[in-house]
C-alpha cells in the first residue's frame, strides 16, 4: 500500500516539476535568475537559473499528495521552502558568505528546537558508545551547511550535482533496507523523483538548458544532510553514523580537498575557482559527459566500499578508520594532480608571449627580406633583426 502511494506521489512530483520547468524558464530573465558566462563559468550563452526551484514545487506538490508525512517532514519543508528562497535570492544578487550562513545556522536551529532531531551520538566505535551531550547541537549546524555546500561546490557542470544526489539516496536505500517506505526516505524519494525532469533539461533535451542554481543545491543539501542524522540517530535502523559518510562520500570528499588547497595557500577556503575534481578531469582531457560518467562511477564506488564493510567487518572503528584513510587517499591525490596541472599552465602562458613575439619578428623579418631595397637599407635591416633575436633570446633567458 505505502509503495503504490508513493508511485503515484512521485509521478506528481516529476509532472508538477517538469511544468515548473516550462513555466519557469519562460519568466527566468525577468526575474533575474539568468546565469552568465564568465572566467570561472565556461559555459555558452544565458541560462536560466530555474532548476531548483521547479524541483522544490515538484517536491511540495508530492508531499501534498502523499499526505501521511509527520511534523518532522513537514517541518522540513517548511524550513527547505527558506533556503530555496536564499539560494534564488543569492542567484540573484550574489549574497555574501556571512549572509548566507546566518540564515542557514538559524533554519537549522530551528529544526533541532522544533524537533528535537539533532546529532547526539557518533554511534559504538571501538567497543565505547560515543555521546556529545550538547556538543551535538553546534556539530549539528556544521555538518548540514557542510552538506549543503558540499552539494553547491559540486555543481560545476551539467548533471553532476543532481547524479550525485540520485546515488546517495540509492545508497541511503541500500545501508537502511527500508520496509515499508515511509518518512524521511519517501521524501527523498519524492526529491529524486521531482530532480529527473530538470537532469533531462539540464542535459538540453527539454528545449533550452536549464541550471540548478543555488536554490537546488541547498535544497538537496539541506534535506539529505537531515534525512541522513534523522536515520542515523534513530534506533533501529541499519544506517550507523559512520555508514552516513559513505553516502555521500564523494562531495565530503571534494570538500575537504578543495578546503585544505585553499588554506594551504593562503587563500579563504569559500573562495571559488576551478580547482574541484571535476575541473581536475576536464584539464586532463576528460569530455564534461565522460566526467560526469567517471564521478557517478567513482560516488557509487564508494558508496559499495561502505557497504561492504558495514556487512563485513561488523566494526564501526574499522569502517571509520578506512574511511578516514580513503579520504586521505584523495586529498593528496587531488591536491598534487591540480598543482602538476596549475604548473604546467602557468609554464606555457609565461612562455606564450615570448613565443609569439619570436614568431611575429620572424615573419616581419621575412617581409621586409623579401622586398626590394638598396643594399645598404637591406644591410641595416639585417642588422636590426638581428638585435630584436637577440633581445628576444636574453628575454627568454630571464
Known sequence: ???????????????????????????????????????????????PLVGGLAIFIGVAAGAACHGQFQGFEMTLLGTAAVLVLLGALDDRFDLSVRDRLLIQTIVILTVIASSGVYIHTLGRIFGHEVTLGWIGVPLTVVAVIGLVNAFNMMDGIDGLAGSLELVSIAAIILFADPSPLHGVIALLVVLAAASLPYLVANQGFMGGKIFLGDAGS??????????????SQTPGTQLSPVNVLWCVALPVFDTFAVMYR??????????????????????????????????????????????FLSSAAHSAGTNLTTFCLTLGVYVITVTHVWLRQEARQHGVADAQPVMDAGVIASETAIQEVALPAPKDELMFREDENAEVYRSLRRSSRR
Not at 526575474?31 to 565556461?42: E, N, S
Not at 541547498?218 to 536515520?231: C, F, N, Q, R, T
Open 262 to 307: 585553499r588554506m594551504r595557500q593562503g587563500r579563504s577556503p569559500f573562495k571559488p575557482d576551478r580547482g574541484h575534481i571535476h575541473h581536475i578531469l576536464l584539464g586532463l582531457g576528460l569530455a564534461p559527459r565522460a566526467t560526469l560518467a567517471v564521478l557517478i562511477l567513482l560516488a557509487t564506488g564508494l558508496a559499495l566500499i561502505g557497504a
Open 1 to 47: 500500500m505505502h509503495e503504490s502511494r508513493l508511485v503515484v506521489d512521485c509521478l506528481v512530483a516529476a509532472c508538477t516539476s517538469a511544468m515548473a520547468i516550462v513555466v519557469l524558464r519562460r519568466f527566468a530573465v525577468l526575474l533575474g535568475l539568468v546565469d552568465h558566462p564568465d572566467q570561472r563559468k565556461q559555459h555558452n550563452g544565458d541560462v
Open 218 to 231: 541547498m535544497l538537496i543539501g539541506y534535506l539529505l544532510a537531515w534525512a541522513l542524522i534523522s536515520m
